[in-house]
């Protein structure tokens, strides 16, 4: 069975911050997911990790993974209010494109 | 409207009756999924589908039942609807390493 951790599981945090949310998972997979949700509303795809040592970066978010020690991480630079919402990491089941999804991460993010 | 959508947005009902989420998609994604969202759980899994006329279990399919006879469409039916079947409900659909997701019904189980 996969299990899929994150932490922290709430993150209050000052703007301007760095910050790093971490993504765990039990059994091997080669494709890792973040998403971001805000209150009220779907998932957002903000990136796709196909590969070990693969990083994307999208304005102050950054992703990594590292299939070998099954984590990945989510690096926060620089925070702004607007970055505030929760962040899910999600794991392919097995290569199979079932989804399974971490408990989220709730960042706030303060003036 | 290109993109995935669900129908209706919120829903409430009662008890023992039986109700149908609607999941449409315009890309003709081979994979669609059903998840449902609770607090203190993130996304769960229900059913999913590979393809038109294929459909397997997910983590959590007790008391749902899912049909896909057209590519496009993947409803989901709550046979008889119970207090914990309150939840948020996603549909998502994927192609490859791509994975997107309808905006979701409130389903309020009185």
């Known amino acids: 069975e996969l299990k899929v951790e994150q932490n922290p599981l709430f993150l209050s945090m000052q703007e301007g911050k760095n910050y790093t949310i971490y993504c765990n998972y039990s059994t091997t997979s080669d494709r890792l997911y973040w998403y971001r949700q805000d209150p009220g509303k779907s998932l957002e795809s903000l990136f796709v990790?196909?590969?070990?040592?693969a990083v994307k970066q999208e304005g102050r978010l950054m992703a990594s993974l590292d299939t070998k020690a099954r984590l990945s991480t989510l690096h926060i630079t620089a925070a702004v209010h607007d970055l505030s919402a929760t962040y899910f990491c999600a794991v392919d089941w097995g290569g199979s494109e079932k989804l399974v999804f971490g408990k989220g991460t709730k960042l706030t993010v303060n003036p | 409207d290109a993109g995935i959508t669900q129908s209706p947005r919120y829903k409430i009902t009662e008890t023992g009756r039986q109700v149908t989420l609607m999941c449409h998609q315009t890309w003709s994604h081979s994979y669609m999924f059903w998840y449902r969202q609770d607090l203190g759980h993130g996304l769960r899994l229900i059913y999913y589908s590979a393809a038109a006329d294929i459909t397997d279990k997910g983590e959590v399919p007790d008391g749902y039942v899912v049909s896909r006879s057209k590519t496009e469409n993947f409803p989901l039916t709550l046979e008889s609807a119970t207090r914990s079947q309150t939840s948020v409900y996603f549909c998502?659909?994927?192609?490859?390493?791509?994975?997107?997701f309808g905006q979701g019904t409130r389903l309020t189980v009185v």
């Open positions: 998502a659909s994927s192609e490859g390493a791509v994975c997107f």
């Open positions: 990790l196909l590969s070990n040592g």
